[in-house]
């Protein structure tokens, strides 16, 4: 199995991307969407948290989420202990996940892939590009937010120009060159590696 790690900054679009690779049959997990499932499911996630913020770190109906944001903000020690504490957690639920999986190819769509060390675990790394202008635009719409707090969180996430020399493919989502044909010759590009293999394997 070939699996794929999307990233891309805020407003770049790499959920749109993911959603035309589930549409053309490749599965794709949604790490941000599930790390927010476990936090509230997960055993080690829960006894990590309150080992390190106490029992008030939850309520009766799960995370005070708003009360962790409060404690990690600027405070990098202490996200990066939380990350310590969740990435494992989402990791092995990943891997759960690609077991159940019946396909040659699936794929990680995470928006701090580089960060939290996922990309160590994907084949093959995309990000989905577009201008910070852009994308900032598109947050704000998307989300009802200032500037000011788009920029904020554009700020706190790894810059473009490190996650290009990164990634082994990058899709331009910047309103100028169609997307879908950009996502349809990647998958092909994809499929056409794990052919290769397959039949290097049968050599």
């Not at 810059?159 to 998958?187: M, W």
């Amino acid at each position: 199995m070939i699996t794929i790690g999307i990233t891309g900054g805020i407003g770049s679009g790499k959920s749109i991307v993911s959603t035309l690779m589930e549409l053309s049959g490749i599965p794709v997990y949604i790490a941000d969407e599930e790390s927010k499932r476990l936090t509230q499911k997960s055993p080690a996630i829960r006894k990590g948290l309150t080992d390190l913020f106490g029992e008030t770190i939850y309520t009766p109906n799960g995370l005070d989420k708003k009360k962790l944001a409060g404690l990690i903000f600027n405070d990098p020690e202490i996200l990066q202990k939380v990350n310590n504490i969740i990435h494992p957690e989402v990791f092995k639920d990943f891997i759960s996940w690609t077991e159940l999986q019946h396909k040659n190819i699936c794929a990680l769509e995470s928006a701090i892939l580089f960060e939290s060390g996922f990309n160590k675990f994907t084949d093959i790394t995309l990000l989905v590009y577009a201008p910070e202008k852009i994308r900032i635009q598109r947050a704000m719409d998307r989300d009802h937010a200032s500037m000011d707090e788009v920029k904020t969180r554009v700020n706190n996430q790894l810059s473009d120009d490190i996650k290009r020399e990164k990634a082994n493919y990058i899709i331009y989502n910047d309103g100028v060159r169609p997307l879908i044909p950009q996502v349809k010759a990647f998958i092909e590009k994809v499929q056409n590696t794990e052919e290769k293999g397959k039949q290097s394997n049968n050599s």
